[in-house]
């Protein structure tokens, strides 16, 4: 019995030796995992910081270029400049500092470019008649309901409307919130993802409302609209622009808007033939880390400031 007994706590010890033991390895284990989530985080953190770093350093150099433009070009703004062309991807693994593992593949990548914000409407300009009727065309010649030009600008009407309500059927209606961008739309009856993504290239919401056209780089969907005529005007304005390199002044583009148009007088939208905004996209990559980033820069003669930038 003395021997079954000796026998039994022996056995209570091992099992108990090793629970001990199996506690102790869990516990070290989840020290061990805790770790290196810390260290993961850390390291996501500053990848993520390089990757603001490296935002930071393509603003500057856009601005740089903006601001080369316009001592090259004070007086118009043109497609052919050094300022439309795109960088391409590319590599800067050489210029990230990182302790990287034997055999370790690591990507490190820029591209981006930089657009005419000024070649695209402004939907804060849309706050009279003459605006309308050029929105209305706008949107016929993209092939989208002419009725929204109508419904958005309802809506920047009650947008602007001072903070009053809005009246409808006898009840009051909510006064809805000034567009900040483009996505806003959505807000507006009958706009949908599909349209709006449509219209992007060529609607903006700019901070102030009276900006003028650049027809030296508005799209012929623009131009067009500019003469209240369709496509097929635009197309030939375009093309027209493409053998003169550009227009000079208002004057020239006026002229030339009425041969092709036939006669008669083209909207009365404000243009012009050099541009105030332009929009910076850039694209990071840094190993797991990407960051894609719009930044609204605005250029006044020799001063190139930025605007806002939104990042995803």
């Known amino acids: 019995m003395k021997r079954r007994s000796l026998y039994r706590q022996r056995g209570v010890a091992v099992v108990t030796a090793l629970l001990l033991t199996t506690l102790a390895v869990t516990i070290v284990a989840s ?3 805790q770790q290196q989530v810390q260290v993961r985080s850390m390291e ?3 990848l993520h910081l390089q990757t603001r770093w490296i935002l930071r350093g393509a603003l500057d150099w856009a601005r740089l270029v903006l601001r080369q433009d316009w001592r090259d070009n004070p007086n118009w703004t043109t497609l052919d400049a050094v300022w439309n062309t795109p960088l391409m991807e590319t590599r800067l693994d050489q210029y990230i500092e990182r302790d990287r593992m034997e055999g370790e593949t690591f990507d490190a990548t820029i591209s981006g470019r930089i657009t005419d914000a000024s070649s695209r409407y402004n939907l804060a300009n849309l706050s009279d008649a003459n605006q309308l009727t050029f929105y209305r065309t706008l949107l016929r010649n993209l092939q989208i309901d002419e ?5 958005t600008f309802d809506f920047m ?4 409307a001072g903070g009053q309500p809005a009246q409808q059927g006898g009840a009051q209606r909510a006064r809805p919130l000034p567009l900040t961008a483009v996505d806003d739309l959505l807000a507006v009856e009958g706009y949908t993802l599909q349209v709006v993504d449509k219209l992007r290239p060529f609607v903006i919401v700019l901070p102030e409302s009276a900006t003028k056209i650049n027809v030296n780089t508005a799209p012929a969907e623009i131009l067009g609209a500019l003469m209240g005529k369709g496509m097929g005007e635009g197309a030939a304005l375009a093309a027209k622009r493409k053998q003169l390199s550009y227009w000079r002044d208002e004057a020239n583009f006026k002229a030339d808007a009425q041969q092709v148009a036939g006669g008669g007088q083209p909207l009365q939208i404000p243009v012009a033939v050099n541009s105030e905004f332009f929009l910076a996209q850039s694209r990071i990559k840094l190993d797991r880390a990407a960051l894609n980033a719009e930044a ?3 250029r006044k003669a020799n001063e190139v400031t930025l605007v806002w ?4």
């Open 309 to 312: 930038i939104r990042q995803n």
């Open 147 to 151: 009725s929204l030009a109508q419904r």
């Open 44 to 46: 996501n953190q500053r």
């Open 296 to 298: 609204l820069i605005r």
């Open 157 to 160: 009407q009650r947008a602007a």
């Open 31 to 33: 020290l061990f995992w």
